[in-house]
């Protein structure tokens, strides 16, 4: 495919980037393949080759009827997919529709007594929780009439969920799910300031939170970060109307900060005047939100990602009964956090709305030791289990020979949120699964709302360090920088996007259109003015490899996000926090390679003339970034610095910071404006 000169000059100027992850990627080698072992075959959901030819992209779109049709509807749908206003695409138009009944629900006739959450508190000598399918819809349904009759909540409303991860963030989710209420949760680790942006941008109605949660064996105060969340939000121009506030400890308040009057009210107090309460599902068009996710992007603003209710739900159903390969018998434990989209779609939604048995894990893998994921599931027989290869790189560091001490049995294991290296995934299939599961490596994003690529787990060889081809319905490609198709199976590194569009596809940036179309679409699309879906592949702003037998091969962002221990966080972000710092003149921060994390933050800075580097201004920026965003983007190291690599235009050169701080080579640096300024700095990033 190419493409006129005019779009690619706008493309060109639309490439802000000079440095990114996927530069700094180390290229492995990859000649093994596994098998999946027969015993998972025997009992696999999906094992049907057909799967490829049903979902082909001549079958596009009516194959994903078969998606919607794991859920229960209560108005069919009349159009599959509505292309009419592109890249604004919609599905399953004309359906009406609940999540929170298809989750709930719908399952208390065959699955009433059946666990729907494990909740694992951190403290080991703390009871797990184990809430059944009835007990949630009796939970869900008096929180969602509070949320009703007490605060007055209605369809389309938006709250921000700031909760750690305990049973009472899915309530909370599903109590708005059933009102047809959109939920925005935010990372717990998220700071206060964080939070605020969040309930700001989406004029949230309410925070909801709780007053404290046990993390690296510490009972943290969280309601402090709601009053700052609270008062800055108010402050920047919108004031919710309450703080609604779980108790960790039911009946006990654990938090040191003062309750506000008037503005606070605990939940746990509150929720009893709706005890036996229940509450219709609210009937939702297909195509209303859910909830929105907000993520790093290119700017300084996180962008609030808006997922449908039909679309989305059907893609994480069908994704995790047949990747995920969940039956309604199986423990599942997908020891993520809810905060991040992994925790929505592959502990919630998917899950949940396949009836299976899901695990809540409050605390921090290793904490106090490295045997605890172990012990966990040995405890609650989980068979399927989902991490990231931070974590699994944290354990094998801790604790190469724990699992073997336990006795559990995985049949089926995920990877997840960044590039896994074959020598972890092998750690991870020999010893974490005992060399009896079967691995899938999923590459997605927050915007896609699942899975894109991964081997479909019955039917593909396993091969370490490579996701997979596109699972069935997803045609990914990859383009150069000039809009060309790069062969398949070329072995070539490129941009990674998806030729048709896909239900679970977010449907647009809340509040922020045109920013939707210009990042996702606005590179690759061949005619704006086209209606045809076939002119707007999707970009996801990933460099990868298309290896020749298929398997794509991601390498990281191509663009100014960082993924830090499998958290996206956006430079523009954490530089903005640094030049909060008065000394502070200019700041750039730059992926570093790190053993356990994958990636960790590197900033320089450098001061106003006249001020002397200290190590007091290190730690102020590095305590800014701290509050600003949360201790996720603590930069590994504040580096000051006379200058900082510059064009002549004036144009810092990340790319050269980041070769330095990875010990590259830097390249050719005579076209910048200060070259000799690279000595020094080689010098001092030593
Ligand atoms: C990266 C997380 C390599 C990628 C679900 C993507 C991966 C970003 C993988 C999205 C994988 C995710 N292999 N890289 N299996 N999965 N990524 O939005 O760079 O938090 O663009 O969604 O994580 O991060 P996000």
């Not at 989902?386 to 790189?393: N, Q």
Request: proline share 6%; glycine share 8%.
């Amino acid at each position: 495919m190419s493409r006129d000169k005019s779009s690619r000059r706008a493309s060109a100027e639309q490439q802000t980037l000079d440095v990114s992850e996927a530069q700094i990627a180390v290229h492995w080698p990859e000649e093994d393949y596994f098998l999946p072992p027969a015993s998972f075959i025997a009992q696999a959901n999906l094992t049907d080759q057909d799967v490829f030819a049903r979902f082909s992209l001549d079958k596009f779109p009516e194959c994903f009827k078969e998606f919607a049709d794991l859920l229960d509807w209560y108005k069919y749908w009349e159009t599959t997919f509505d292309a009419s206003d592109p890249p604004f695409w919609r599905w399953f138009v004309g359906g009406t529709i609940n999540a929170c009944y298809n989750c709930v629900d719908r399952h208390l006739t065959a699955y009433r007594n059946k666990a729907a959450i494990h909740f694992v508190p951190e403290p080991e000598d703390e009871t797990v929780q184990h809430v059944t399918y009835q007990e949630l819809y009796v939970r869900v349904n008096e929180f969602a009439a509070m949320l009703r009759d007490s605060c007055g909540l209605k369809a389309g409303d938006r709250v921000t969920l700031h909760m750690p991860m305990v049973a009472e963030l899915p309530i909370t989710m599903l109590a708005c799910a059933r009102l047809g209420v959109i939920h925005s949760q935010v990372f717990s680790g998220f700071s206060g300031a964080a939070c605020a942006d969040r309930i700001l941008d989406s004029e949230s109605r309410l925070l909801i939170t709780m007053d404290a949660y046990w993390r690296g064996g510490k009972l943290i105060d969280h309601k402090e970060k709601a009053d700052t969340a609270f008062a800055e939000a108010a402050e920047k121009g919108h004031q919710a109307e309450k703080v609604l506030i779980w108790q960790r400890y039911s009946g006990k308040y654990s938090s040191p900060t003062k309750l506000v009057e008037g503005r606070d009210v605990i939940v746990n107090e509150a929720v009893k005047a709706f005890r036996g309460k229940r509450v219709e599902p609210v009937q939702m068009p297909a195509e209303a939100p859910l909830f929105l996710m907000y993520s790093s992007g290119t700017t300084g603003r996180p962008k609030g990602c808006q997922h449908s209710i039909g679309g989305y739900l059907a893609y994480v159903a069908w994704t995790s009964k047949y990747i995920q390969d969940i039956h309604p018998e199986d423990v599942y434990w997908c020891m993520a956090d809810i905060g991040w989209i992994t925790g929505h779609s592959y502990i919630v939604y998917g899950p949940l709305a396949l009836a299976a048995s899901s695990v809540v894990y409050e605390g921090v893998p290793v904490y106090p030791d490295a045997g605890r994921p172990w012990r966990i599931a040995e405890n609650l027989g989980v068979n399927i289990f989902h991490t990231s290869p931070t974590a699994i790189r944290a354990l094998r560091r801790s604790g190469p020979d724990e699992p073997a001490k336990y006795n559990y049995h995985f049949k089926h294991m995920t990877t997840v949120g960044e590039p896994i290296e074959p020598e972890v995934w092998k750690w991870y299939h020999r010893s974490v699964g005992k060399g009896e599961a079967v691995i899938v490596d999923t590459w997605w994003q927050t915007e896609t709302g699942g899975f894109l690529c991964s081997t479909v787990p019955a039917l593909h060889k396993m091969k370490p360090g490579s996701a997979g081809p596109g699972i069935p319905g997803i045609h990914p490609v990859i383009y150069d920088d000039d809009g060309n198709e790069l062969a398949r199976g070329s072995g070539k590194a490129g941009n990674i996007c998806i030729l048709n569009p896909w239900p679970g596809a977010f449907q647009t940036i809340w509040k922020a259109p045109e920013r939707y179309v210009k990042t996702y679409y606005g590179r690759y699309c061949r005619d704006p003015k086209s209606k045809d879906w076939r002119d707007w592949p999707y970009m996801a702003g990933d460099g990868a490899v298309d290896a020749a037998d298929g398997y794509f091969r991601i390498l990281g962002r191509i663009d100014d996000v960082i993924n830090v221990a499998g958290h996206r966080l956006g430079t523009k972000e954490i530089e903005s926090a640094a030049l909060l710092v008065p000394d502070v003149v200019e700041a750039a921060v730059v992926p570093v390679a790190d053993e356990i994390k994958g990636r960790v933050p590197e900033l320089y800075v450098s001061l106003k003339p006249g001020v002397e580097a200290s190590e007091d201004i290190a730690k102020r920026v590095a305590d800014s970034v701290v509050e600003r965003i949360g201790s996720i983007a603590k930069p590994h190291r504040v580096l000051i610095v006379p200058d900082m690599p510059k064009t002549r235009s004036g144009k810092i050169m990340r790319r050269v910071l980041a070769s330095l701080s990875n010990h590259q080579d830097p390249g050719d640096v005579s076209t910048l404006a200060n070259p000799e300024i690279v000595d020094s700095l080689r010098a001092l990033v030593k």
